[in-house]
């Protein structure tokens, strides 16, 4: 345990912390279970998003193969362009939040590609949307996860360190100052008792 002043202003010192710590551990607490709940959230959406990846890769198979035989007609044909994001805040933490992809497709000749070339595109696009908005969902999950665990170790500072920490100088500080103030008392009396038999004497003596 750390060493501590046995004195009143020490003892008033660790009280006030004490009562600050108290004060300011189920705020921390609440904001633990908060970001576990938000986590919780991102982790289902992100799912959702690979879901819906999967669904579309899925819809891909009848013609996937005729695009593995001309693949260069999308090579380079696609790419994205931008991610729009925009700006939220979770119990006390910014995050982004995905609204939207800009794509770029290059000029397609229709007379010179085959007719199933728009899906291919128009499936392409849709599918880099989705893991564009996977990837704003990890980032996400990256941040809130970092701020989760720094709350878990405020938390956890508070409960097992601070707080004890507190109630045992309070313990030892009291302890102190009873003995201190119980010596006092004892040697008031005895001075006093010397004192009347000091006078006791002279009085005799006269």
Sequence with gaps: MVKVKLTKTELKARTDALKRFQRFLPMLQL???????????????????SAREK????G??????????????????IK?????????NVAGVT??????????????????????????????????SLQCERAVYEEQRRLVTEELQ???QRVNLFEKVKIPECKEAIRVI???????QTAAVTRGKIAKSRTNGA????EGAA
Excluded: C, H, Y
């Design 55 to 58: 669904a579309l890769r899925d």
């Design 95 to 128: 995050i982004p939040t995905f609204q939207s992809v800009d794509t770029e497709v290059g000029k397609i000749d229709k007379w010179a590609t085959p007719a199933w070339i728009d899906d291919a595109v128009s499936s392409a696009s849709q599918l880099l």
């Design 199 to 202: 006078n006791e004497s002279e």
């Design 174 to 180: 009291k302890i102190a100052l009873g003995d201190e």
């Design 150 to 152: 720094l709350t878990s």
């Design 31 to 49: 904001k633990k279970q908060q970001l576990q709940k938000e986590i919780a959230g991102i982790t289902a959406k992100a799912a959702e998003t």
């Design 80 to 88: 994205v362009k931008s991610v729009n994001t925009g700006w939220a």
């Design 60 to 77: 891909m198979i009848p013609w996937v193969g005729l695009l593995a035989t001309d693949a260069e007609l999308l090579s380079g044909l």
